[in-house]
């Protein structure tokens, strides 16, 4: 009997993250939403590349920044994206990367209770900026060439610069004295963003002046239309670190590259070995044992490859079901 039930409940744990996969792939697909809440409750993915911060669980550098950075890919978005997630070949070019993590993430479960900021359509600097992530970018001294952040908020007729849009260091401020519930901490409407034909390359392109979009449905919708209008990297979506509150990760993945072009196999042999690392811390500190899933960067730019896949397909999960079946 002993003999018996623990390859079963081996099975039995490869179909669950068999099915997780199948669901991830097909929120991947999908973007439709008749529903009043925003696309990223429905459709898509939001998805962390792990940078030291933050993966399954939650380390200083985001517990002092008080937000962890993810990016909403799905597939009629991602298209427009050179990079859909944080990472590229070059990622041990990365300075302050250790490079044993960027090829490895975690997908939040989207109907989980995390609290969504703010939305940015590119790489907005995050961690460089004031309230939680979406505010001013943080202006660094640089006398050889500063940016005229006077003239820039003279152009679009403030007198003076917004509180939200300060590009001095400030402390942090209390929570929900500048987090609005149903909105989250946005400042594109300060600039009379309404829809995506509003295209205005000095608040959308530039890490200085993007703006933060609203994380209701209509904001969220606008935010999209410019996604899959122009061409860029991969985008933010800021949620608020979730120590301390039920863990909302449903999946740890490391990336891979079945043409073999966007990455080599053993880098990612290498990335899938963090990943199964971080999903073991997890499972002895908490009893939840979280799929370890390949995500595909080849899926990006072709249709007919699965964003993300479980070490077991479905085949030769039929093949094992019969084996045990036969006592083999």
Known sequence: MFGFGLPLLELGVSISHVNTAAGLNARF???????????????????HTNDGWADVEIHDRSKELGFVSLSYIRRDVSRQHR????????????????????GSGVILNSSAAFTPLCFYVTD???????????????????????????????????????????HKRRSVEPFADVYVPGVGIETCSLYGIRDSFDYDRRLLASWHTTCSFAIDKGSFDVALGFSKRYIRN???????????????V??????????????????????????????WSHFISSGSYLPVL?????????????????RWTDASLSKALLNWALGN
Request: proline share 7%; hydrophobic share 35%.
């Open 234 to 248: 991969y985008n933010e979506f800021l949620v608020r670190e979730w120590s301390g509150q039920p863990n909302p």
């Open 294 to 310: 390949r995500l595909d960067l080849d899926a990006f730019s072709n249709r007919q490859v699965d964003l993300l896949q479980s």
């Open 124 to 166: 907005s600097a995050s961690s460089n900026r004031n309230y939680y992530g979406c505010g001013g970018k943080i202006a660094a001294a640089n006398p050889e060439s500063p940016f005229d952040f006077p003239g820039h908020f003279a152009r679009y007729g403030f007198d003076e610069v917004p509180h939200l849009l300060d």
């Open 83 to 102: 990079m859909p997630i944080f990472f590229s070949k070059t990622y041990r070019d990365v300075p302050w990367m250790p490079n044993d993590l960027i």
């Open 250 to 279: 449903a999946a740890v993945f490391y990336v891979t590259s079945s043409s073999g072009k966007a990455i080599e196999d053993a880098d990612s042999a290498q990335f899938r070995r963090v990943a199964e690392k971080i999903r």
């Open 29 to 47: 697909e999908d973007s439709e939403n008749d529903t009043h809440l925003p696309d990223y409750r429905i459709n898509g993915l939001l998805v």
